[in-house]
């Protein structure tokens, strides 16, 4: 029984390392460029994603079937480099939207994740988020006529090559079609009927205080520098600075 043992044990660990052999040697081919021989291991280009293979081990004359997994091919720092430079390309070809030029934006801007099919991420940051959001889009409906200046800056990322890139922007009030036309003029319409009436009610109000001054101070008036105790006072300091308002 330990004899057999033993055997299976031997066995096992010469499994293992067959496997150990063909994990180091999937990891050593996968850190160059070149291209691999038919009959052997080949790995997709950047951005192809992996791929699994079926691989073969013979221990003592036995056969066992083995699935690897193949990382795709890494950039090289070369390549890399080159990567995040046409992903700036890509970003001045796709930021403006349906803007016309980065002197004028009227419309929301585009700002995404990654550029070049996911080879490179993205991380944008701008200066102000009072007038466009994290997704591009406006935020306020109405700025200065003179327009908002913002800055946007980008960190790019390909493998372990990153890069920052920054341009500024001059943002107008943003074209509105009419649905969205007719929503602000009503909500500006609300806000201005809301004044009204707080402006007529505070009118009111100071007027029945002058009127009935006497009555709210228990008979006496509250104007007048006389009167004693501190509830004459603080109703004498409360009308003086709400009718003199």
Not at 42 to 52: A, D, I, N, V
Not at 79 to 85: D, I, P, R, S, V
Request: net charge neutral.
């Amino acid at each position: 029984m330990k004899s057999e043992k033993g055997t299976e044990k031997t066995k096992i660990k010469k499994i293992l390392a067959a496997v150990l052999l063909l994990i180091v040697f999937v990891m050593v081919r996968q850190q160059t460029a070149e291209s691999l021989e038919h009959d052997s291991l080949q790995r997709k280009e950047p951005g192809e994603g992996s791929s699994q293979e079926s691989l073969e081990a013979i221990v003592d004359g036995e056969s066992y079937d083995i699935d690897v997994e193949i990382a795709e091919r890494r950039f090289t720092k070369k390549e890399a480099k080159k990567e995040l430079k046409k992903a700036k390309k890509e970003i001045d070809a796709t930021f403006l939207g349906d803007n016309k030029s980065l002197n004028s934006v009227k419309k929301p801007v585009v700002m995404k994740d990654s550029y070049r099919n996911g080879n490179v991420e993205a991380e944008w940051r701008l200066d102000s988020y009072d007038v466009i959001n994290t997704e591009g889009e406006f935020v306020k409906k109405e700025l200065p006529k003179k327009g908002v200046l913002l800055e946007a800056c980008v960190l790019l990322s390909c493998g372990e090559e990153t890069e920052e890139y920054s341009f500024g922007f001059h943002v107008f009030s943003p074209d509105l079609s009419v649905k969205e036309q007719i929503e602000t003029a009503l909500e500006k319409q609300n806000q201005k009927n809301l004044f009204i009436m707080d402006s007529r009610n505070t009118a009111r109000i100071r007027r029945f205080l002058y009127e009935n001054e006497k009555n709210i101070c228990g008979g006496r008036s509250c104007v007048p520098d006389g009167g004693s105790g501190g509830r004459m006072r603080k109703h004498r300091d409360f009308c003086r600075s709400f009718c003199a308002k």
